[in-house]
């Protein structure tokens, strides 16, 4: 659901302060998303992000579409943590999981976290629309 279309048609409506408090908890402060990267149709955003070492990183799916969130393993740094929605070690594993049996995969609404404890450049996937260009990066910096 796009929030603030919502929130025009509802305003417009004069349903107003009811759905006010039927919204609360569904954003962050000052009306921001309460997650850190979402999952469109074929495609992340934002499709690059640059946080802390610490830092914990949400990715919400935000399409109807189901998606993954799976790291390219040769384009992690070399002393993190694998990280790949449905909590696989490696690649391959998350790639072979959704080919079999849709693993790992973010239904609509689902989240997925990850905490980067590593400075570096870590690039990802969606691997069902890896051919459509769904892949995005996050900067970690000390």
């Known amino acids: 659901m796009h929030r603030r279309g919502f929130l025009r048609r509802v305003g417009a409506a004069g349903i107003g302060t009811g759905s006010a408090v039927a919204l609360?908890?569904?954003?962050?402060?000052?009306?921001?998303?309460?997650?850190?990267?979402?999952?469109?149709?074929?495609?992340?955003?934002?499709?690059?992000?640059?946080?802390?070492?610490?830092?914990?990183?949400?990715?919400?799916?935000?399409?109807?579409?189901?998606?993954?969130?799976?790291?390219y393993e040769g384009a992690i740094p070399d002393a993190a943590d694998y990280f790949a929605s449905g909590g696989y070690d490696d690649e391959e594993t998350a790639r072979d999981a959704w080919e079999s049996d849709f693993g790992g995969g973010l239904e609509s609404g689902d989240r997925f976290s990850h905490t980067f404890e590593v400075a570096g450049r870590y690039d990802y996937v969606c691997v069902p629309h890896e051919t459509g260009g769904m892949y995005a990066t996050v900067f970690v910096e000390e």
Do not use: F, I, Q
């Open 24 to 71: 609360a908890g569904c954003a962050g402060v000052g009306g921001e998303p309460d997650y850190d990267v979402g999952m469109v149709a074929s495609a992340y955003r934002p499709k690059e992000l640059t946080v802390s070492v610490g830092d914990t990183v949400v990715w919400e799916n935000t399409s109807s579409r189901a998606h993954t969130v799976t790291a």
